[in-house]
């Protein structure tokens, strides 16, 4: 009897030995267990970032706060063109009396009426070219004519503006006749420039000895030239 009991609680002890062992290798096993999934857990997070598409190409997956982060709106401003600045305008050049062209022409026609209104800029441009006075110019055509009025004869039927003798003969008479107003204003600013001008007769004072018979001829041109000027 003692030797059964003997036996039977060393089998005892040896099951107990066994069970204590078999618990001890699950619990190491559920540990190591536990350390794998942390350490797969680790491993897919790091790895978070990317996956394989179907073709096995790794692409970045961007997490909402990384896109929040990432992502900003982008507005295209474009540049407010620089205003073009309009060009200065060149003022008309000074050509006589502190004149412009277009002032001078003006001007004379004020003091040019009947037939040669509106003529003031033909007497100015031409008068300038050939350097003379064109307030002299004009102040010896109405002397003679009468168109700050109203023109005379001559004017109206011949274009002679300047009392000018020559043929073809106006109406068959001494004073010239010309085919048209602008060749009988040509002419007329020629003759003074070649037969008086070019010989230094630049005044009332000397071109009338030469230009009339009267001895007050200059000094009814000069009240013209200053008509003229006060207008």
């Not at 942390?38 to 790794?58: F, L, P, Q, R, Y």
């Not at 063109?81 to 001078?104: A, H, I, R, S």
């Not at 109203?150 to 073809?168: E, F, I, Q, T």
């Amino acid at each position: 009897m003692k030797s059964e009991s003997k036996i039977i609680t060393i089998l005892l002890a040896s099951l107990v030995g066994t069970i204590a062992i078999g618990m001890t290798i699950q619990s190491n096993m559920e540990r190591s267990k536990t350390v794998l999934i942390e350490n797969k857990a680790s491993h897919v997070a790091k790895e978070s970032n990317h996956i394989k598409d179907e073709e096995g190409n790794t692409e970045k997956v961007i997490s909402r706060e990384e896109e929040s982060a990432d992502v900003k709106e982008v507005v295209a401003i474009e540049p407010t063109p620089e205003p073009t600045p309009e060009p200065t305008p060149t003022p008309d050049p000074v050509v006589y009396d502190g004149l412009t062209m277009n002032q001078l022409a003006d001007k004379l026609n004020r003091s040019l009426g009947s037939s040669l209104s509106g003529t003031g800029y033909t007497f100015a441009s031409k008068s300038l070219a050939l350097g003379m006075d064109p307030y002299m110019a004009v102040a010896i055509v109405l002397h003679e004519t009468g168109c700050q009025w109203d023109c005379s004869y001559l004017v109206k039927a011949c274009n002679n503006v300047g009392g000018m003798k020559g043929s073809p003969g106006c109406g068959g008479g001494a004073y010239a006749s010309f085919a048209n107003l602008d060749q009988g204003i040509e002419s007329y600013l020629n003759n003074l420039y070649k037969n008086y001008y070019a010989y230094g007769l630049t005044t009332p004072e000397t071109i009338g000895p030469k230009y009339a018979a009267s001895t007050s001829w200059a000094s009814k041109v000069n009240w013209y030239i200053n008509a003229i000027r006060e207008k």
